[in-house]
């Protein structure tokens, strides 16, 4: 493997140092594709407030008279966006 300028990294540095790098990257692409129930839980319920919110803000700037200060997020589901809410 050679940097930018053409240095072969192998011979520079010390070789255990390389193959302890690439051994962790390889563990590291191994755990992302393995990805068992609790992960795939732990993921969803990180996403799951993301998702929620990037939702409710979409559908209170899609409506002209909605205000967030004056209006609560619930009211949205009295709107065209509604189902959203519902989901």
């Known amino acids: 493997m ?13 070789p255990s ?3 302890n790098v ?13 990805l068992d129930i609790h992960g795939t839980l732990a993921l969803a319920g990180a ?4 998702i929620l919110v ?3 803000l979409e559908a209170a700037i899609s409506q002209p008279k909605y205000s967030l200060v004056r209006d609560t997020i619930s009211s949205l589901a ?3 966006m509604g189902w959203i809410q519902t989901i």
């Open 2 to 14: 050679s940097s930018a300028v053409g240095i072969d990294i192998r011979k520079v540095s010390h």
């Open 17 to 19: 140092w390389y193959e």
């Open 22 to 34: 690439m051994e962790h990257l390889k563990e590291s692409q191994r755990a992302l594709q393995t």
């Open 47 to 50: 996403m799951g407030p993301v």
């Open 54 to 56: 990037a939702m409710d």
């Open 78 to 80: 009295l709107t065209s």
